[in-house]
């Protein structure tokens, strides 16, 4: 079955940076658009960013525009979000996501996502 395995989360101050992997199995990875989410407490998952087959085209929010950067490695069936210049506003659950389809921010649109793993930046 598919599966998405997020990787790479923790504590970090204000400014600084992290890098979370998200890495699947159970699909053919070059056939999914790849995305990441994130959910802080009390509030509704929101769009994060996300990335086309080959990696050529790529959308992110406006609130992370500029600051963070999604890529992948197709040959390690590895999704990356690197963050920079993180805020405390930022602390969150980063989910991972996979489609067929477009680059759409609209979280039920997507057909698997993974666990999650926590992000938490203090100031």
């Known amino acids: 079955q598919v599966q998405l395995v997020e990787s790479g989360g923790g504590l970090v101050q204000a400014g600084g940076s992290l890098r979370v992997s998200c890495a699947a199995s159970?699909?053919?990875?070059?056939?999914?658009?790849m995305g990441w989410f994130r959910q802080a407490p009390g509030k509704e998952r929101e769009f994060v960013a996300s990335?086309?087959?080959?990696?050529?085209?790529?959308l992110h929010a406006d609130s992370v525009r500029g600051r963070f950067t999604i890529s992948r490695d197709n040959a390690k069936n590895t999704v990356y979000l690197q963050m920079n210049s993180l805020k405390p506003e930022d602390t969150a659950i980063f989910y991972c996501?996979?489609?067929?389809?477009?680059?759409?921010?609209?979280?039920?649109?997507?057909?698997?996502w993974g666990q999650g793993t926590q992000v938490t930046v203090f100031s």
């Open positions: 996501a996979a489609r067929r389809g477009g680059l759409t921010a609209t979280p039920v649109a997507w057909d698997y």
């Open positions: 159970g699909l053919t990875f070059r056939d999914y658009v």
């Open positions: 990335i086309n087959w080959s990696g050529s085209t790529t």
